[in-house]
């Protein structure tokens, strides 16, 4: 069984930085983050492939960085430049079937998440 538990949400700034991080526990594939914000589906922000690649929704490219420390069953999001849209619950997912990636944009990778942690709070304000 996989367990998935993320911290680092917070409240900043628009224009701020924070740093989520998901320690995961059991064995994990390929493991992404998505966020829901209030009234709204859940959708891609960035994943890791089997490759060690990474992906990003459109929205964070280029503001957001994903990474993983495999000796730690961690991985982060750093999150840069931060907009009043960012604002959202972060949920860290794991996919068995290494989809997720190519699949980021939107919310069809959601499909394909085997396993979600509990959520981390994430509000920007203006």
């Known amino acids: 069984q996989v367990q998935l538990v993320e911290s680092g949400g917070g409240s900043v700034q628009a224009g701020g930085s924070l740093r989520l991080s998901c320690v995961a526990s059991?064995?994990?594939?390929?493991m992404g983050w998505f966020r829901q914000a209030p009234g709204k589906e859940r959708e891609g922000v960035a994943a890791?492939?089997?490759?060690?690649?990474?992906s990003y929704a459109d929205s964070v490219k280029g503001r957001f960085t994903i990474s993983e420390d495999n000796a730690k069953n961690t991985l982060y999001l750093q999150m840069n430049s931060l907009k009043p849209e960012d604002t959202a619950m972060y949920y860290c997912?794991?996919?068995?079937?290494?989809?997720?990636?190519?699949?980021?944009?939107?919310?069809?990778?959601?499909?394909?998440?085997?396993?979600w942690g509990k959520g981390t709070l994430v509000t920007i304000s203006s």
């Open positions: 059991g064995y994990t594939y390929c």
């Open positions: 890791i492939d089997s490759d060690g690649s990474a």
């Open positions: 997912a794991a996919d068995s079937s290494c989809v997720i990636a190519e699949r980021i944009q939107g919310t069809k990778g959601r499909d394909w998440v085997d396993y």
